[in-house]
């Protein structure tokens, strides 16, 4: 069963810039396709981006799109999340998710039940 741990969180002025990464043990990384969540305060997940399991596609949000990229370390069994021009709308708890089957789907990486294991987030505030 895989392990999600994610890092890298904090407070951060609006157009500044953080990185967030989703560590993963107890499973083969380099298999899986993973994906971004933040949930605000009050609301659902929302998709942010997706990256599929070798890294060849990513998907992004038009929402963040020009902002936020997603990558990926297989060797060190990680993904990542570029922020930066951060926006106080972008206060959320983040979580990583995992699609073991290694599945990428662009009409259905929105789909939160495409994903088997998740993190515990981290929190990403943006102040104003």
């Known amino acids: 069963q895989v392990q999600l741990v994610e890092s890298g969180g904090g407070l951060v002025q609006a157009g500044g810039s953080l990185r967030l990464s989703c560590a993963a043990s107890?499973?083969?990384?380099?298999?899986?396709?993973m994906v971004w969540f933040p949930q605000a305060p009050g609301k659902e997940r929302e998709f942010v981006g997706a990256i599929s399991l070798t890294g060849g596609s990513i998907c992004i949000a038009d929402s963040v799109k020009g902002r936020f990229t997603i990558s990926r370390d297989n060797a060190k069994n990680t993904m990542y999340l570029q922020m930066s021009s951060l926006k106080p709308e972008d206060t959320a708890v983040y979580y990583c998710?995992?699609?073991?089957?290694?599945?990428?789907?662009?009409?259905?990486?929105?789909?939160?039940?495409?994903?088997?294991?998740w993190g515990q987030g981290t929190q990403v505030t943006v102040s104003s």
């Open positions: 998710a995992a699609n073991v089957e290694g599945l990428f789907r662009l009409r259905v990486l929105r789909d939160q039940n495409e994903y088997h294991s």
């Open positions: 107890g499973g083969t990384f380099g298999s899986y396709s």
